[in-house]
């Protein structure tokens, strides 16, 4: 689906400088740099209120930071208008799914390919979904609102892959689902990512499924970034290992635990 070729020069394909953002008085993020390569997959993980969806807001220009800057394919995006930033190849996939609950699963996906004139690429990035999300092809005329939650977070993320996007921000795809639905979506986020090229930077709660799936980390505490390695080597650490194993000793839901870890140096 990537349809722009890479720049030549090596540069990251997605970076963050000193990114500061806000709600009012309230900031939210302070200083986010991180780097995320073409065809990797890179992770933030942090507790909730950490400021994980707020990176990823500010990234598709939902909300304009406050400082930093923000560059993709080496131009900037900072601040610019989120339906720009859609057609330079970079699609969200906010928390929560938000899919058009009263039109068909194929309509949802139809939207994610408003910006295309490429009615023949169109066509066959919807079978590419079909096929990575079968459940979704059996669905199509079914209104979206009617799937469950898992479904929901597939169409989101197939909606998201509509835009032929080389880069997906994904926001934490395992909220209120099951481990076994949690573990099928991140199997096919590892395949789209290996298959179809496509980069990803994951946000989550869920360290555990977060660093098998990804190659590089970084952790988010209050806003800032605390800590940032390769995921096989965060996996290594004390701290990750203990909050890991924590986190597997209390299932899935690894928030309290996580909220109890003061430092992360
Ligand atoms: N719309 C909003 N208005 C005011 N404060 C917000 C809003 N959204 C998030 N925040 C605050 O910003 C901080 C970061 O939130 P968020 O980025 O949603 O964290 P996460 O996604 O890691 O759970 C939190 O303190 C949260 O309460
Ligand atoms: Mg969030």
């Excluded at 859609?86 to 139809?110: C, I, K, T, W």
């Excluded at 806003?223 to 940032?228: D, T």
Aim: glycine share 10%; hydrophobic share 40%; net charge positive.
């Amino acid at each position: 689906m990537s349809t722009t070729p890479a720049p030549v020069n090596g540069e990251p394909l997605l970076s963050l400088l000193n990114v500061e953002s806000a709600y009012g008085p309230i900031k939210a993020i302070r200083g986010v740099s991180l780097q995320v390569k073409r065809g990797e997959i890179a992770t933030v993980l942090g507790s909730n209120g950490a400021g994980k969806s707020t990176i990823l807001k500010t990234i598709s220009g939902i909300l304009d930071p406050r400082k930093g800057s923000i560059t993709f394919k080496g131009q900037a995006i900072t601040a610019q208008d989120p339906a720009y930033i859609v057609q330079q190849g970079l699609s969200h996939v906010p928390e929560g799914r938000e899919v058009f609950a009263l039109l068909s699963v194929h309509d949802n996906l139809l939207m994610g390919a408003y910006t295309r004139k490429d009615r023949d690429g169109v066509a066959r990035d919807m079978e590419t979904v079909f096929n990575y999300f079968p459940i979704l092809r059996e669905r199509a005329t079914q209104d979206a609102g009617l799937l469950s939650g898992g479904q929901q977070q597939m169409l989101a993320i197939s909606r998201a892959l509509m835009a032929a996007p080389e880069l997906i921000l994904l926001d934490e795809p395992s909220l209120g689902l099951s481990p076994k639905l949690t573990k099928e979506i991140f199997e096919i986020v590892v395949r789209i990512n290996r298959e179809h090229g496509t980069t990803i930077l994951l946000v989550e709660q869920n360290a555990n499924m977060a660093l098998n799936a990804s190659d590089y980390g970084y952790v988010l505490e209050n806003g800032r970034i605390v800590m940032e390695d390769t995921c096989a080597r965060l996996r290594e650490k004390d701290d990750i290992r203990e909050f890991y194993l924590g986190m597997k000793a209390e299932g899935v839901r690894g928030e309290r635990r996580w909220k109890k870890k003061k430092n992360w140096r």
